[in-house]
C-alpha cells in the first residue's frame, strides 16, 4: 500500500508488476483483496495500480460537505496518473466503470484501453428517457439511508447486496467481503450521489478516442441492462461480451470468468 498525496488529494494504491500502468477502479468491499486475481494474472507485463476510492482502504472518506460528484472521483485517478505522458489503460468495475468513464474524457488520448465491467453512470439514463429507473436506483439509495439513519446496518447490508448482485447473494459471501461491504456501507451514500450526477453527457460518450470493451452479465440487473443497451447504441464500435458471472457481484463472485478477457484487450491495445 502507498498512500499518494497530490495537493489535498490523499489516495491509497498498490503497485505492483512493471510495464504500461493499468488502473483499476472499483468500490464493492473495496479494491484490494478483490481485483488481487485480476491484478496477479497482469502484473508480468503490466504496472497494475489498484485504487482505492474514497472511504475504501486508507483513502480518506468524501467530506460530505457537498454531493460527491464523478469528477470529484477522477481526481485520485489524476493523483496516481499525473506528471507523467504514458499510455495508459483504465478498468473499472460497477461505480468504478462510471468513474473510469469520467476519466477517459479527461485524460484523452494518454487512455489507450478502457474495459468497463457493468458500469453504473445512471444520469445517462434521465438523458435518454429513463427517469423511471433512475429513480429505482435513488430508491435504493433512500433505502439505505433510511437503514443507516436507524442503525440497521445489517439490514441495510443484506438490502443492498441482494438487491444489486441477486437475491441470497448476502448469505453465499464469505466473511471477509461481507465485512468490507458493511464497512463500506456509509461511503456508498457518497457514490450514489456520484452515480445520479450528470456530469458526464452522451456526447462525451459517443466522441471518446479510447478503444473500448463492455463486459456485462447476460442478465444484469434492469437500471444496468437499460444502461448497456444505451452505451451499445451510442457506440457500436465498443467491443462488447456477456460473461457469465461478469455481473455487479463480478470481482467478488466471478472475477476468474472476465480475467483473461480483460487481459487478451489489454494485450492487443496497450501491450503493443
Known amino acids: 500500500m502507498v498512500l499518494v498525496r497530490r495537493g489535498v488529494v490523499e489516495v491509497d494504491v498498490d503497485r505492483v508488476g512493471a510495464g504500461p500502468p493499468v488502473v483499476l477502479l472499483g468500490s464493492v468491499a473495496g479494491g484490494r483483496q478483490v481485483w488481487d486475481p485480476l491484478a496477479d ?3 508480468d507485463r503490466y504496472r ?8 475504501h482502504g486508507a483513502t480518506p472518506p468524501w467530506s460530505g460537505a457537498r454531493p460527491q460528484t464523478l469528477t470529484d472521483a477522477v481526481r485520485l485517478v489524476h493523483a496516481v496518473t499525473a506528471g ?3 499510455r ?4 473499472g468495475h460497477s461505480f468504478g466503470g ?3 468513464m469520467r476519466a477517459a474524457v479527461e485524460l484523452g488520448e494518454r487512455v489507450r484501453a478502457l474495459v468497463l465491467i457493468e458500469p453504473m453512470p445512471f444520469a445517462l439514463l434521465a438523458r435518454a428517457g429513463r427517469g423511471d429507473l433512475l429513480d429505482d436506483v435513488r430508491a435504493s439509495r433512500d433505502r439505505l439511508r433510511a437503514d443507516l439513519t436507524a442503525g440497521r446496518r445489517d439490514e441495510g447490508a443484506r438490502a443492498l447486496t441482494d438487491h444489486w448482485l441477486g437475491t441470497g447473494v448476502w448469505d453465499r459471501l464469505p ?3 461481507r465485512a468490507a461491504i458493511h464497512a463500506a456501507l456509509g461511503h ?3 457514490e450514489f450521489d456520484a452515480l445520479t450526477d450528470p456530469g458526464l ?3 462525451e460518450v459517443a466522441t471518446a478516442e479510447s478503444p473500448t470493451l463492455l463486459i456485462h452479465s447476460p442478465t444484469p440487473v434492469e437500471p444496468v441492462r437499460a444502461l448497456v443497451d444505451l452505451l451499445v447504441g451510442a457506440r457500436p464500435d465498443w467491443e462488447r461480451a456477456a460473461v457469465p458471472g461478469a455481473g455487479q457481484g463480478a470481482p467478488l463472485t466471478g472475477a476468474a470468468a472476465f480475467g483473461p478477457l480483460v487481459g487478451e484487450f489489454l494485450d492487443r491495445h496497450l501491450g503493443r
Open 175 to 177: 466473511a471477509e467481503h
Open 188 to 190: 456508498r451514500l457518497a
Open 48 to 55: 497494475v495500480l489498484t485504487l482505492q476510492m474514497h472511504g
Open 98 to 100: 462510471a468513474v473510469a
Open 41 to 43: 494474472s497482469l502484473l
Open 84 to 86: 507523467g505522458t504514458e
Open 201 to 203: 453527457t452522451l456526447a
Open 88 to 91: 495508459l489503460a483504465l478498468v
